[in-house]
């Protein structure tokens, strides 16, 4: 390693499988702020599969499902960005509707995310919804096969993911199956292996400064700010 003013720059010779997966999430996370023509760019099928293949990220059925009806996804764990969520359920990067054929899925995310210009419309570029209870049934009674993911954790599971924990956020999130039961919906277990190993996360024991300021936040924002880090493009 090469050092200069204490940062750790990454040796010439690291192999391109993965260069490339550094590229795949660059260009995944650049294309959140800056909408216009990406919008569109980032909705193209061979972007989303080049990321997958790349990042790697894999979809694994373990279960037909019947089109005729629809299905609650629970998603665990949230991770910090739920990047195997949109990736598998809100595009065909991993052919999800060939896999699941005649059904219709839409990943959910915060309401408070639509109020933010550009970044509301990047979301509904996405096919993104919001989580909210009525969204929810707009989405599941409009026939059959249509269905909806819902990370079950929420934002206050990503203040617990990091590397080797898979602290589940569930005893007081039971609202999804309230919603299924009023809307006749099956539930469909998701479980993603690795979501929490993307990032690093810097130490936030309960109780801590840190902690209690991303709780505050999360009180008066509805989302979290986990303090992650990662992989750089030259480090």
Same mark, same amino acid.
């Given at each position: 390693?090469?050092?200069l003013?204490?940062i750790?720059l990454?040796?010439? &010779?690291? /192999? =391109?499988? %993965?260069?490339?997966q550094?590229?795949?999430? +660059?260009?995944?996370?650049?294309?959140l702020?800056?909408?216009?023509?990406?919008?569109?760019?980032a909705?193209?099928?061979y972007?989303?599969?080049?990321?997958?293949?790349y990042f790697?990220?894999?979809?694994?059925k373990?279960?037909?499902?019947d089109?005729?009806?629809?299905?609650?996804?629970?998603?665990h764990?949230?991770?910090?960005?739920?990047?195997?969520?949109?990736t598998?359920?809100?595009?065909?990067?991993?052919?999800f509707?060939?896999k699941?054929?005649?059904?219709t899925?839409?990943?959910?995310?915060?309401?408070?995310?639509f &109020?933010l /210009? =550009?970044y %509301?419309?990047?979301?509904?570029?996405?096919? +993104?919804?919001?989580?909210?209870?009525?969204s929810?049934?707009?989405?599941l009674?409009?026939?059959?096969?249509?269905?909806?993911?819902?990370?079950v954790?929420g934002a206050?599971?990503?203040?617990?993911?990091?590397?080797?924990?898979?602290d589940?956020?569930?005893?007081?999130?039971?609202?999804?199956i309230k919603?299924?039961?009023?809307?006749g919906a099956c539930l469909c277990?998701?479980?993603?292996?690795?979501?929490?190993d993307?990032w690093e996360?810097?130490?936030?024991?309960?109780g801590?400064n840190?902690?209690?300021f991303?709780?505050?936040?999360?009180k =008066?924002?509805g989302?979290t700010?986990?303090?992650f880090h990662?992989r750089g493009?030259?480090?």
């Open positions: 390693m090469t050092n003013l204490n750790q990454a040796p010439l &010779n690291v /192999p =391109l499988k %993965r260069r490339r550094t590229t795949a999430v +660059l260009l995944w996370l650049i294309s702020p800056n909408g216009g023509r990406r919008f569109s760019f909705r193209k099928a972007f989303w599969k080049w990321y997958a293949e790697p990220i894999t979809l694994i373990e279960a037909d499902l089109p005729s009806k629809n299905y609650i996804f629970g998603y764990p949230h991770g910090v960005i739920s990047v195997g969520a949109w598998n359920f809100g595009t065909e990067a991993n052919d509707s060939k699941f054929p005649g059904i899925c839409r990943v959910l995310t915060l309401a408070s995310n &109020n /210009p =550009l %509301r419309e990047y979301l509904m570029a996405q096919g +993104l919804a919001s989580v909210s209870r009525q929810c049934e707009n989405i009674q409009k026939g059959p096969g249509h269905s909806v993911l819902i990370v954790g206050g599971e990503s203040l617990n993911a990091r590397p080797g924990v898979y589940l956020v569930l005893k007081k999130r039971l609202g999804f919603l299924a039961v009023r809307n277990p998701v479980f993603s292996f690795g979501e929490n993307i996360q810097a130490d936030n024991p309960k801590s840190v902690w209690k991303q709780k505050t936040l999360q =008066l924002s989302w700010m986990p303090l990662g493009i030259f480090n």
